[in-house]
C-alpha cells in the first residue's frame, strides 16, 4: 500500500509542480550558466548507493571541499539557491527518486556514505527501509543551516546536535510506520512552510501518543538549545568528523 500511494502522489506531485520546478530551473541556470540539476550521491535502503535528483542551491562542485553539511550562511550558497532552500525547492524533484522506488515519500532521510559509514549498530536499522524526503526530523529540524551556523565546524557539530535525534527519530518512525502517519507528516511537511511553530506542535503530538521517549519528546519541541548527545546505541558523544 505504501508504494502504491508513493507512485501516486509522486506522480501527482511531479505534474502539478512541473510549472514551478521549470521556473526555478530557469533562473538558477539564468544565474551562473551551468547545470541546474546537483545530482547527490546517497546511501539508501540496503546500504546501495543511488543518485538523488535536486536542484542545485549552491555553486558548482561546492562538495568538493570535503564540508557534508551546510550552514545557512555558507558561502557556497546562491542567491536563487537561498529561496531553493528557504522553501524547500530543492526537495520537489525527490518526487522522481519516489517514483523510480529509489525513495519513499515518508521515510528517514538518506545521508551520505561519510555518514552511514559511522552509524552505530542501532542506526544501522535506518538502512532496512526505503529513504524519505521527510519524516519526523525533517520538520524538527527543517531549520538545521539555522542550527549549523554558528559552528566553525558544521560536520562536527551536525554529528553531536542533529544526528542523535534524528537517528533517534527515523528509528521511532520505523517502528511506528502505518498509512496513516504517513499522510499526517506529508501535511505537517507543508503546513511547516507556512507555520513551523504549530506544524511541531502536532509532530510532538504524534510523538507522545506513539509513546516516544520522553527525551526525544522534549529535545523535538524545540524549546530550548540543543546540546551535544550520544548517537542511539552508543554512550559517548562524538569528538570527531
Known amino acids: 500500500m505504501k508504494r502504491i500511494v508513493d507512485l501516486l502522489v509522486s506522480i501527482l506531485g511531479l505534474l502539478i509542480l512541473f510549472p514551478v520546478i521549470m521556473i526555478f530551473v530557469f533562473l538558477i541556470y539564468l544565474e551562473d550558466r551551468h547545470n541546474p540539476f546537483y545530482i547527490a550521491k546517497r546511501i539508501?535502503?540496503?546500504g546501495l548507493n543511488f543518485k538523488m535528483i535536486k536542484l542545485r542551491s549552491?555553486?558548482?562542485n561546492a562538495d568538493k571541499n570535503g564540508v557534508d553539511s551546510t550552514s545557512i550562511n555558507d558561502s557556497r550558497i546562491t542567491k536563487i539557491g537561498q529561496k531553493v532552500r528557504k522553501y524547500k525547492l530543492d526537495e520537489f524533484t525527490q518526487l522522481w527518486n519516489v517514483f523510480l522506488g529509489e525513495m519513499s515519500l515518508v521515510g528517514p532521510r538518506p545521508n551520505v556514505q561519510r555518514d552511514?559509514?559511522?552509524?552505530?549498530d542501532n542506526e544501522k536499522k535506518l538502512l532496512l527501509?526505503?529513504?524519505g524526503i521527510t519524516d519526523f526530523s525533517s520538520i524538527i529540524f527543517s531549520d538545521e543551516g539555522d542550527i549549523l551556523k554558528e559552528h566553525k565546524n558544521p560536520d562536527l557539530a551536525y554529528h553531536q546536535l542533529i544526528r542523535p535525534w534524528k537517528s533517534r527519530l527515523g528509528l521511532i518512525y520505523i517502528?511506528?510506520?502505518?498509512?496513516?502517519i504517513d499522510l499526517k507528516l506529508i501535511f505537517y511537511?507543508?503546513?511547516a512552510i507556512f507555520s513551523k511553530k504549530n506544524a511541531i506542535k502536532l509532530v510532538v503530538y504524534e510523538l507522545i501518543k506513539i509513546g516516544a521517549d520522553p527525551i526525544v519528546?522534549?529535545?523535538s519541541k524545540r524549546n530550548e538549545s540543543l546540546y551535544p548527545y550520544p548517537p542511539p546505541g552508543q554512550d559517548e558523544i562524538v569528538m570527531s568528523r
Do not use: S
Not at 517502528?175 to 496513516?180: H, L, V
Open 44 to 46: 539508501g535502503k540496503g
Open 58 to 60: 549552491m555553486v558548482i
Open 116 to 120: 552511514t559509514d559511522l552509524y552505530t
Open 129 to 131: 527501509v526505503r529513504p
Open 175 to 180: 517502528d511506528n510506520q502505518t498509512i496513516m
Open 189 to 191: 511537511t507543508i503546513l
Open 217 to 219: 519528546v522534549a529535545v
